[in-house]
């Protein structure tokens, strides 16, 4: 079984910084792609930014372009969310997301990922 745990969120000023971390634990986890979403207070969980493992196809939502940068770690179980000059409206629990499975289904679209994290808040205070 995978598990997903996200790390790094916390109490932040706007325009200041974050790192999010996600580690992924499961004997035989071999991703090919692992995403970013975001779910604030009242709203639907959306995409925030996602990487394919084979080929480094990276994607990022409208809103973080320029300021979130995804990266994944010399292990194939762990991916990073660089977020700066945060804003208030960043404020949100943050999943993790794998998907292990090919599919024809967008890396930004949730049914393209099986796994996930159960999420760490990130509050950007104006």
């Known amino acids: 079984q995978v598990q997903l745990v996200e790390s790094g969120g916390g109490l932040v000023q706007a325009g200041g910084s974050l790192r999010l971390t996600c580690a992924a634990s499961?004997?035989?986890?071999?991703?090919?792609?692992m995403g970013w979403f975001r779910q604030a207070p009242g709203k639907e969980r959306e995409f925030v930014s996602a990487?394919?493992?084979?080929?480094?196809?990276?994607y990022y939502a409208d809103s973080v372009k320029g300021r979130f940068t995804i990266s994944r770690g010399n292990a194939k179980n762990t991916v990073y969310l660089q977020m700066n000059n945060l804003k208030a409206e960043d404020t949100a629990v943050y999943y993790c997301?794998?998907?292990?499975?090919?599919?024809?289904?967008?890396?930004?679209?949730?049914?393209?990922?099986?796994?996930w994290g159960q999420g760490t808040q990130v509050t950007v205070s104006s």
């Open positions: 997301a794998a998907g292990t499975f090919l599919t024809e289904v967008p890396r930004t679209k949730e049914g393209s990922y099986n796994y």
């Open positions: 990487i394919r493992w084979s080929g480094n196809s990276i």
């Open positions: 499961g004997r035989t986890f071999s991703p090919y792609a």
